[in-house]
C-alpha cells in the first residue's frame, strides 16, 4: 500500500555507501528529510538527479533539512557513485527492495525499471509531498519547495 500526504513515514533500517547502519529514527523528530527513490547508480537520469541534489544540497541543510537517495544498487556501487561525483549527502542500499515496499514505491516504465518519487516529511516524519516523475531534475526545486514551507 502506497503512503499518502499525510502518512507518518515508516521506521527503516539500511546500510549506506560507506557501510554505516542507518536508522531514520535518529532523524525523525530531529529534522525534516528529503527522501528519494530512484532507479540506479550511474545512469544519465540518476546521475543528472543526483548532481542537482549535490548542487542545492547545501540550501536543503541550510533549511535544516537532510537529502537520502534509496535505490537497489550495492553499498559498494554507491560508494564509488558518491565519490565519482562528490555527492554529500546519504545513499543507502535496498537491495532486497524493502524499504521501496514500505513506501510503497511501484516499477515505473511498465513494470521494467524501478519507479522514482520523492518524499518529504516534516521533523516529526509527517509526509507534506510526494513527487513522482521519471523527469529526474524536477524533483529537486519541488523538493527544496516543499522544505521552504516548512521552515
Known amino acids: 500500500m502506497a503512503l499518502k500526504v499525510g502518512d507518518i513515514i515508516p521506521n527503516f533500517v539500511s546500510n549506506d555507501g560507506n557501510g554505516n547502519i542507518f536508522d531514520v529514527a535518529n532523524y525523525v523528530g530531529k ?6 527513490f530512484y532507479p540506479m547508480d550511474n545512469t544519465p537520469g540518476c546521475t543528472a538527479q543526483a548532481c542537482s541534489f549535490r548542487d542545492q544540497y547545501q540550501d536543503f541543510t541550510d533549511l535544516g533539512a537532510e537529502v537520502i537517495g534509496i535505490s537497489s544498487d550495492s553499498e559498494k556501487s554507491h560508494e564509488k557513485f558518491a565519490s565519482k ?7 543507502l542500499s535496498d ?10 514505491v511501484s516499477a515505473g516504465l511498465f513494470g521494467l525499471m524501478p519507479g522514482r518519487v520523492t518524499y518529504v516529511a516534516d521533523k ?28
Request: proline letters at 6%; aromatic letters at 10%; hydrophobic letters at 50%.
Open 95 to 104: 537491495n532486497d527492495k524493502k524499504i521501496r515496499k514500505l513506501f510503497g
Open 31 to 36: 529534522k525534516p528529510l528529503v527522501i528519494y
Open 124 to 151: 516529526n516524519g509527517k509526509i507534506v509531498l510526494i513527487f513522482d516523475s521519471m523527469m529526474a531534475t524536477k524533483h529537486i526545486p519541488k523538493a527544496l519547495e516543499a522544505i521552504k514551507k516548512l521552515v
Open 85 to 91: 561525483y562528490k555527492l554529500p549527502f546519504i545513499l
